[in-house]
Antibody
Framework: QVQLVESGGGLVKPGGSLRLSCAAS????????MTWIRQAPGKGLEWLAY????????YYADSVEGRFTVSRDNAKKSLYLQMSSLKAEDTAIYYC????????????WGQGTLVTVSS | SYVLTQPPSESVAPGKTAMITCGGS??????VHWYQRKPGQAPVLVIY???GRPSGIPERFSGSNSGNTATLTISRVEAGDEADYYC????????FGGGTKLTVL
Protein backbone atom coordinates (compact mmCIF):
# COMPACT_ATOMS: atom_id res chain seq x y z
CA GLN A 1 0.00 0.00 0.00
CA VAL A 2 1.48 3.30 -1.11
CA GLN A 3 1.75 6.02 1.52
CA LEU A 4 3.02 9.54 1.14
CA VAL A 5 3.25 11.58 4.33
CA GLU A 6 4.11 15.27 4.26
CA SER A 7 5.55 17.16 7.21
CA GLY A 8 7.22 20.44 8.02
CA GLY A 9 4.36 22.84 7.50
CA GLY A 10 3.59 25.64 9.92
CA LEU A 11 3.45 29.36 10.46
CA VAL A 12 6.28 31.43 9.01
CA LYS A 13 6.78 35.16 8.60
CA PRO A 14 6.97 36.82 5.19
CA GLY A 15 10.49 36.56 3.85
CA GLY A 16 11.13 33.48 5.92
CA SER A 17 12.07 29.93 4.95
CA LEU A 18 10.62 26.50 5.52
CA ARG A 19 11.52 22.97 4.48
CA LEU A 20 8.83 20.45 3.72
CA SER A 21 9.40 16.71 3.69
CA CYS A 22 7.49 13.83 2.15
CA ALA A 23 8.14 10.31 3.36
CA ALA A 24 7.23 7.57 0.92
CA SER A 25 6.52 3.89 1.46
CA UNK A 26 5.02 1.05 -0.54
CA UNK A 27 6.51 2.12 -3.87
CA UNK A 28 9.79 1.91 -5.72
CA UNK A 29 10.72 5.43 -4.78
CA UNK A 30 13.92 5.69 -6.78
CA UNK A 31 12.02 4.83 -9.99
CA UNK A 32 9.33 7.43 -9.38
CA UNK A 33 9.04 11.01 -10.53
CA MET A 34 7.77 13.05 -7.61
CA THR A 35 5.93 16.35 -7.60
CA TRP A 36 4.94 19.10 -5.19
CA ILE A 37 1.48 20.58 -5.71
CA ARG A 38 -0.30 23.16 -3.58
CA GLN A 39 -3.76 24.54 -3.02
CA ALA A 40 -4.15 28.07 -1.75
CA PRO A 41 -7.34 29.02 0.11
CA GLY A 42 -10.22 29.33 -2.31
CA LYS A 43 -8.08 28.39 -5.29
CA GLY A 44 -7.42 25.32 -7.39
CA LEU A 45 -4.48 22.98 -7.49
CA GLU A 46 -1.17 24.43 -8.65
CA TRP A 47 1.82 22.41 -9.73
CA LEU A 48 5.08 23.68 -8.23
CA ALA A 49 7.97 21.40 -9.10
CA TYR A 50 8.80 17.87 -10.10
CA UNK A 51 11.93 15.78 -9.97
CA UNK A 52 12.92 12.58 -11.73
CA UNK A 53 13.74 9.39 -9.90
CA UNK A 54 17.48 10.00 -10.10
CA UNK A 55 17.13 13.68 -9.31
CA UNK A 56 18.83 14.60 -12.55
CA UNK A 57 15.74 16.25 -14.07
CA UNK A 58 13.93 19.03 -12.26
CA TYR A 59 11.31 21.49 -13.42
CA TYR A 60 9.74 24.42 -11.57
CA ALA A 61 6.64 26.48 -12.10
CA ASP A 62 7.40 30.11 -12.89
CA SER A 63 5.66 31.17 -9.68
CA VAL A 64 8.30 29.50 -7.49
CA GLU A 65 11.45 29.21 -9.61
CA GLY A 66 14.36 30.81 -7.83
CA ARG A 67 12.63 30.67 -4.45
CA PHE A 68 11.81 26.97 -4.03
CA THR A 69 14.17 24.01 -4.40
CA VAL A 70 13.03 20.43 -4.77
CA SER A 71 15.33 17.55 -3.84
CA ARG A 72 15.16 13.92 -2.85
CA ASP A 73 17.04 11.29 -0.88
CA ASN A 74 16.31 7.89 -2.40
CA ALA A 75 18.06 6.06 0.42
CA LYS A 76 15.59 7.63 2.85
CA LYS A 77 12.68 7.45 0.38
CA SER A 78 12.07 11.11 1.02
CA LEU A 79 11.20 14.15 -1.06
CA TYR A 80 11.89 17.70 0.05
CA LEU A 81 10.84 21.22 -0.79
CA GLN A 82 13.01 24.03 0.48
CA MET A 83 11.03 27.25 0.38
CA SER A 84 12.59 30.68 0.84
CA SER A 85 11.53 34.31 0.47
CA LEU A 86 8.05 33.22 1.39
CA LYS A 87 5.12 35.50 0.62
CA ALA A 88 1.58 35.66 1.92
CA GLU A 89 0.38 34.17 -1.36
CA ASP A 90 2.42 31.04 -0.64
CA THR A 91 -0.08 30.20 2.08
CA ALA A 92 -1.54 26.87 1.03
CA ILE A 93 -1.82 23.17 1.64
CA TYR A 94 1.22 21.53 0.10
CA TYR A 95 0.89 18.03 -1.33
CA CYS A 96 3.48 15.62 -2.57
CA UNK A 97 2.40 13.25 -5.28
CA UNK A 98 3.94 10.48 -7.33
CA UNK A 99 4.22 11.52 -10.92
CA UNK A 100 4.08 12.60 -13.52
CA UNK A 101 3.66 8.96 -14.46
CA UNK A 102 4.06 7.67 -17.99
CA UNK A 103 0.41 8.61 -18.36
CA UNK A 104 1.23 12.20 -17.37
CA UNK A 105 -0.85 12.08 -14.22
CA UNK A 106 -0.37 11.68 -10.48
CA UNK A 107 -1.43 8.33 -9.12
CA UNK A 108 -0.71 8.72 -5.41
CA TRP A 109 -0.92 11.78 -3.19
CA GLY A 110 -0.23 12.63 0.40
CA GLN A 111 -2.75 14.30 2.69
CA GLY A 112 -0.89 17.57 2.59
CA THR A 113 0.74 19.91 5.07
CA LEU A 114 -0.44 23.45 5.75
CA VAL A 115 1.92 26.36 5.30
CA THR A 116 0.78 29.75 6.57
CA VAL A 117 2.81 32.84 5.73
CA SER A 118 1.80 35.68 7.99
CA SER A 119 3.34 38.29 10.24
CA SER B 1 -0.77 28.98 -21.18
CA TYR B 2 -3.49 26.39 -21.34
CA VAL B 3 -6.54 27.01 -19.15
CA LEU B 4 -9.04 24.51 -17.81
CA THR B 5 -12.42 25.81 -16.67
CA GLN B 6 -14.68 23.97 -14.23
CA PRO B 7 -17.96 25.09 -12.66
CA PRO B 8 -17.34 25.97 -8.99
CA SER B 9 -20.16 23.78 -7.77
CA GLU B 10 -22.67 21.14 -8.73
CA SER B 11 -25.48 19.60 -6.73
CA VAL B 12 -27.13 16.23 -7.18
CA ALA B 13 -29.63 14.10 -5.32
CA PRO B 14 -28.61 10.66 -4.10
CA GLY B 15 -29.15 7.99 -6.72
CA LYS B 16 -29.04 10.47 -9.59
CA THR B 17 -26.27 11.18 -12.08
CA ALA B 18 -23.72 13.95 -11.63
CA MET B 19 -21.88 15.41 -14.60
CA ILE B 20 -18.87 17.62 -13.94
CA THR B 21 -17.43 19.45 -16.90
CA CYS B 22 -13.92 20.63 -17.68
CA GLY B 23 -13.58 23.09 -20.52
CA GLY B 24 -10.47 23.80 -22.53
CA SER B 25 -9.56 24.88 -26.02
CA UNK B 26 -9.80 21.80 -28.24
CA UNK B 27 -9.39 19.67 -25.14
CA UNK B 28 -10.21 16.60 -27.22
CA UNK B 29 -6.58 16.67 -28.39
CA UNK B 30 -5.39 16.20 -24.81
CA UNK B 31 -5.74 13.37 -22.35
CA VAL B 32 -7.71 14.31 -19.26
CA HIS B 33 -7.33 12.97 -15.76
CA TRP B 34 -9.71 13.48 -12.84
CA TYR B 35 -9.04 13.60 -9.10
CA GLN B 36 -11.35 13.46 -6.11
CA ARG B 37 -10.41 15.35 -2.98
CA LYS B 38 -12.32 15.00 0.27
CA PRO B 39 -11.60 17.36 3.18
CA GLY B 40 -8.55 16.29 5.12
CA GLN B 41 -7.81 13.40 2.80
CA ALA B 42 -5.30 12.79 0.06
CA PRO B 43 -6.57 13.44 -3.45
CA VAL B 44 -7.42 10.27 -5.36
CA LEU B 45 -7.07 9.64 -9.08
CA VAL B 46 -10.52 8.51 -10.24
CA ILE B 47 -10.20 8.69 -14.04
CA TYR B 48 -7.09 8.60 -16.22
CA UNK B 49 -6.67 9.00 -19.96
CA UNK B 50 -10.15 10.49 -20.40
CA UNK B 51 -12.06 7.36 -19.42
CA GLY B 52 -9.76 4.87 -17.73
CA ARG B 53 -10.64 3.79 -14.23
CA PRO B 54 -7.87 2.92 -11.75
CA SER B 55 -8.14 -0.22 -9.72
CA GLY B 56 -10.53 0.24 -6.82
CA ILE B 57 -12.56 3.04 -8.39
CA PRO B 58 -16.25 2.08 -8.72
CA GLU B 59 -17.73 1.58 -12.18
CA ARG B 60 -20.12 4.42 -11.32
CA PHE B 61 -17.28 6.78 -12.25
CA SER B 62 -16.75 7.35 -15.95
CA GLY B 63 -15.22 9.99 -18.20
CA SER B 64 -15.47 11.32 -21.69
CA ASN B 65 -13.71 13.93 -23.80
CA SER B 66 -15.04 15.66 -26.88
CA GLY B 67 -14.57 18.97 -28.60
CA ASN B 68 -13.85 21.62 -25.99
CA THR B 69 -15.27 19.76 -23.00
CA ALA B 70 -14.28 16.78 -20.92
CA THR B 71 -16.84 15.32 -18.55
CA LEU B 72 -16.66 13.27 -15.39
CA THR B 73 -19.89 11.35 -14.87
CA ILE B 74 -20.84 9.80 -11.56
CA SER B 75 -23.85 7.48 -11.76
CA ARG B 76 -26.05 6.49 -8.84
CA VAL B 77 -24.47 9.16 -6.68
CA GLU B 78 -23.89 8.32 -3.02
CA ALA B 79 -23.34 10.59 -0.05
CA GLY B 80 -19.72 9.49 0.03
CA ASP B 81 -19.15 11.01 -3.40
CA GLU B 82 -19.43 14.49 -1.95
CA ALA B 83 -16.01 16.01 -2.63
CA ASP B 84 -14.05 18.43 -4.76
CA TYR B 85 -13.21 17.16 -8.24
CA TYR B 86 -10.34 18.41 -10.37
CA CYS B 87 -9.46 17.80 -14.00
CA UNK B 88 -5.87 17.80 -15.21
CA UNK B 89 -4.09 17.74 -18.54
CA UNK B 90 -0.48 17.99 -19.63
CA UNK B 91 0.60 21.07 -21.59
CA UNK B 92 4.40 21.00 -21.31
CA UNK B 93 3.67 20.85 -17.59
CA UNK B 94 0.69 19.81 -15.46
CA UNK B 95 -2.39 22.01 -15.71
CA PHE B 96 -5.28 21.69 -13.28
CA GLY B 97 -8.79 22.99 -13.43
CA GLY B 98 -10.10 25.18 -10.64
CA GLY B 99 -12.12 22.36 -9.13
CA THR B 100 -15.81 21.62 -8.71
CA LYS B 101 -17.42 21.08 -5.34
CA LEU B 102 -19.99 18.31 -5.64
CA THR B 103 -22.75 18.49 -3.07
CA VAL B 104 -25.02 15.51 -2.53
CA LEU B 105 -28.40 16.86 -1.49
Amino acid sequence: QVQLVESGGGLVKPGGSLRLSCAASGLTFSDSYMTWIRQAPGKGLEWLAYISGSGATIYYADSVEGRFTVSRDNAKKSLYLQMSSLKAEDTAIYYCARGPTDRYNFDYWGQGTLVTVSS
Amino acid sequence: SYVLTQPPSESVAPGKTAMITCGGSNIVTKTVHWYQRKPGQAPVLVIYYNSGRPSGIPERFSGSNSGNTATLTISRVEAGDEADYYCQVWDSHPVFGGGTKLTVL
